[in-house]
């Protein structure tokens, strides 16, 4: 019998032969999960581990069995083994879980944060776990029926694998019930079905028959809710990136990560914001759409106006900032300037740019402003792994800080000071903007900040972000937030100050901004929602 299962003759026992390296090496993230969810060890902890180990066989058997066919049974096999390395590598170096949602994410990652992911372990994992495997498949002798015979045999061998699943599906019914629907993240730990169906559902969604573009807010029309002669309005709405609440010291956070924003008079701070999503590609388009976190969908959203599209249809200037890896399709109908390929030698290197190079497009902006303007900034913020790219070193106080990418690497204090630095120049990039828009007596200025999620760092072994929503820590979904207006803008909106300060401790999501930035722009239009403005009870009549 083991002779077989290391010398495979035939598919079937080389699909169970494959079923079980997947089940005992590409898993261990998923047995890991489990074995936290059922805490010590008993008799039914026994039980629950040993069905769970015989029915993932069996379904990973019954997978492969439908896959190993003559030509086209090793390459496809030996494809599963890279990918699904690579998988398990990722899963258990950061903690993350594999859904459609990280998929887009990975998709829509650009080439310097690939290059952050690519690390030597990497490789090695890749070359060992994928390798290998791979070497013993190619080399083993593998025989196939007469095609008529191989069909029967195959045909048993997925009846008796089919009644293998049933009865260890009747035996532990109630537990995999139980265990599932208290615990659904787990499906997404399970490689490689994991990876494969979150692919396959986003290239149907990404290939999907063209859908016509859905206007919104046609009836978008300027108020008249300032006095006329007034400054040029600029609202300057800076989305953050991978900025976590619980390290800004305006929330508490006992480092001094914001030493230049908490000299700012009049600085509004909101400690109760939380994401629409827990990854960029997911939480930008959301926090721009008409629509709230419980009626969004990312794949939607592509056909469909969102916020810039409305103020532009009113009339105002608008345009995207962008030094991160684009806008996930928000920006395409506005002006856009794409920073983060500059070869400006004062903030860029060969692969990235520092935030400064925001400002110096703010500032070129600045200078033409003729109407009331609206301009995003979209950071590069605090994208992880490799924090320490993110910052200069004089905005990098806290050390040692983490210089790999393999986060597993480094302690989590040393980590923890890398991340701290990226939100130590967050602070300064803030602080700069508005100090421009002070500087600017030609105009009524106002900046809003929120960042797009939060960040794991090491709690409970998970890192980075993306973890899907309903299962996602705190550390991803709540998210910093603030504000500030010029005098000038508070005396032409009629804002009070006071109620401002005031309203800053109630709860607020992502699905504030649309409503709010409308109320601040004076754009009307019957898809303002006035109970979402977050300053429309500030306004005196």
Known sequence: ?????????????????????????????????????????????????????????????????????????????????????????????????????????????????????????????VLLLGGLPSLWLWRAPLSYRPALRELGSRAVALLVTGGVVLGVAMVGYQDFASLFRNNRELRFAITPTNYLQATSSYLKRSYAKE??????????????????????????????ETARADHFSLNGYPRPTNPELAKVGGLLNYPDAWSCGTETAVSVPCMFSSLPREQFDADE???????????????????WLDNNSGCKEVCNRVPSQMLFGAKDPRYCNEEECFDDILLTALDDKLKTIKQDTVIVLHQKGSHGPAYYKRSPPQYSPFQPACQSSELQKCSQADIVNGFDNTIRYTDHILAQAIARLQARQDIAGSLFYLSDHGESLGENNMYLHATPYIVAPDAQKHIPMLAWFSPQWLAAANLSQACLQQGSRQHYSQDNLFHTVLGLMDVQTSLYQRPLDMYAGCRRA
């Open 301 to 319: 959203a592509k056909h469909r106006e969102n916020l810039l599209d409305v103020l532009k249809r009113s009339g105002l200037d608008v345009q």
């Open 211 to 240: 859908v016509p573009l859905q206007q919104i807010g046609l009836d978008a029309r300027r108020g008249q809710g300032w006095p006329q002669g007034s400054k040029p309005r600029v609202l300057v709405l800076v989305v953050g």
């Open 1 to 125: 019998m083991m002779n077989k299962l290391l010398r495979p003759a035939r598919a079937e026992w080389l699909a169970l032969s494959a079923a079980l390296l997947f089940v005992v090496l590409f898993n261990l993230p998923f047995w890991q999960r489990l074995l936290a969810i059922i805490g010590p060890i008993d008799g039914h902890g026994i039980k629950l581990l040993g069905l769970s180990f015989v029915l993932l066989t069996a379904l990973l058997n019954l997978l492969l069995l439908l896959l190993l066919w003559p030509r086209i049974g090793r390459p496809l096999l030996t494809v599963l083994f890279v990918t699904t390395a690579a998988i398990s590598y990722f899963m258990s170096q950061y903690g993350v879980l594999i859904d459609m949602n990280m998929v887009r994410n990975a998709m829509q990652t650009d080439g310097a944060e690939v290059r952050d992911l690519l690390t030597v372990k990497m490789l090695l994992t």
